[in-house]
């Protein structure tokens, strides 16, 4: 008699499994209101040393660009993290232009100002390669730099794709 309510239990309990595993099509991602500005971007950092010629300083760097508590499509996070400047500031955007950028942006992580001008990001770019990948471009300078303020660096990446 165990063993019957034991078998009983055990097909209630496998129809209840399945009842659960809910085939429907609502795999869709959900995004936030940034994307497609919002992502981890693998870039490099560049300083002009004459018209149309540049040195590179940091290769293979990270930036981060993140919705803000808002979640709304006119404001990001741009965030380096320290791989280069270790910056991180509020930005004026237009997820739906993809293009951000200001001037006088509060460095939180530093008493600092910090201007990113040109931003843009670039769906389905092809790479040299012939790869399509989303691209990045922005130009940033910092009212802390050594150099006098106005001093641009260029990034320009993309995005990162979690294989070297």
Same mark, same amino acid.
């Given at each position: 008699?165990? !063993?019957?309510? =034991?078998?009983?239990?055990?097909? @209630?309990? #496998?129809?209840?499994?399945? /009842? ?7 795999? +869709?991602?959900?995004?936030? %209101?940034?994307?497609?500005? #919002?992502?981890? &971007?693998?870039?490099?950092? #560049? ?7 540049? +040195?590179? !300083?940091? +290769?293979?760097?990270?930036? @981060?660009?993140?919705?803000? =508590? ?6 990001? &996070? ?6 280069? &400047? ?11 232009? *993809? ?12 008493? /600092?100002?910090?201007?990113? %001008? ?6 389905? %770019? ?6 399509? *990948? ?25 995005? =990162?794709?979690?294989? +070297?």
């Amino acid at each position: 008699m165990k !063993l019957k309510y =034991s078998y009983l239990l055990i097909m @209630l309990l #496998s129809v209840g499994f399945l /009842a659960s595993c809910d085939d429907d099509d609502d795999d +869709e991602i959900e995004f936030t %209101a940034t994307y497609p500005l #919002s992502g981890d &971007w693998t870039v490099n950092y #560049s300083i002009e040393t004459a018209p149309g010629q540049f +040195e590179p !300083l940091v +290769e293979h760097g990270e930036v @981060l660009i993140y919705n803000t =508590s808002e979640n709304v499509p006119t404001e990001i &996070w741009v965030d380096d993290q320290g791989n280069f &400047w270790d910056f991180k500031t509020k930005s004026p955007a237009d997820a739906n232009a *993809r293009t951000f950028g200001g001037e006088g942006l509060q460095d939180v992580q530093h008493d /600092a100002v910090v201007n990113i %001008a040109n931003g843009q990001v670039f769906l389905d %770019a092809v790479t040299v390669n012939g790869i399509k *990948r989303d691209s990045i471009y922005f130009q940033v300078s910092f009212s802390d730099d050594e150099e006098p303020f106005g001093t641009i660096y260029h990034v320009y990446g993309h995005r =990162s794709t979690g294989f +070297e």
